[in-house]
């Protein structure tokens, strides 16, 4: 197991236009989280599941925003009628339980919206 | 105010000073992460702590829980050793997911 992969690592999309960023976590991490990270900032919580159930979403997580785990495996976070504002890095990160357990990060998606 | 506050935001040290960052958080937690985060995103943690001190080579990292407070110190520090310091806490109640600080910014210059 490689740890946690996001794909794409970088991503140009014009302002409007719909982006789809994927998450594969540790195989037997059963939490995921996506997290949004803008420059000189830490990480902003989004959403995360426990297995396929989407436990919590984020205020910021505005009706544009989408996240699934269908499987309870990777995880997909889709961006409709992308705006300049949206403009960040993604991060991805699992773990195995909640709690006090060790955490596992992507190394991201960098969104840029022009 | 936000839960997890670092200070400083920004620290540049010499080659072989000793460095201390620190973070304060206002919430009841039940683990308290310190994560690295190197230019181009990465993150990869190097402590998750609930009470006392844990060292691991130049770092070690502090807790009190009771003035709900955690440093982390960088010993003989060197120019690889230049990064984002984050601290993210897990809440005993409501969010599981890490809240996070804003970060500290380090430049240990050779």
């Known amino acids: 197991d490689t740890g946690v992969s996001q794909n794409p690592r970088h991503k140009i999309t014009k302002r409007g236009q719909n982006v789809t960023f994927r998450c594969d976590p540790i195989?037997?991490?059963?939490?995921l989280y996506w997290y949004r990270q803008t420059l000189g900032q830490g990480p902003e919580f989004l959403t995360y599941?426990?297995?396929?159930?989407?436990?919590?979403k984020s205020r910021l997580l505005s009706d544009r925003f989408s996240a699934e785990r269908p499987k309870g495996s990777f995880s997909t976070l889709e961006i409709q009628r992308t705006e300049q504002g949206d403009s960040a890095m993604y991060l991805c990160a699992s773990s195995l339980g909640g709690g006090p357990y060790g955490y596992t990060f992507g190394s991201g998606t960098r969104l840029t919206v022009v | 105010k936000n839960e997890v506050e670092q200070s400083p935001q920004n620290l540049t040290a010499q080659e072989g000073e000793f460095i201390t960052i620190n973070c304060s958080y206002s919430v009841g937690i039940s683990a308290l992460h310190w994560l690295q985060q190197h230019p181009g995103g990465g993150i990869v943690s190097l402590f998750m702590?609930?009470?006392g001190k844990k060292k691991h080579g130049r770092l070690i990292a502090t807790i009190n829980i009771q003035e709900k407070h955690s440093s982390l110190h960088i010993t003989a520090s060197h120019p690889r050793d230049s990064a984002v310091y984050i601290c993210?806490?897990?809440?005993?109640?409501?969010?599981?997911?890490?809240?996070f600080g804003s970060g500290t910014r380090l430049q240990v210059q050779p």
């Open positions: 599941f426990q297995n396929e159930a989407q436990l919590e």
């Open positions: 195989s037997e991490h059963n939490r």
């Open positions: 702590l609930s009470s």
């Open positions: 993210a806490v897990i809440r005993v109640t409501g969010r599981r997911a890490l809240t």
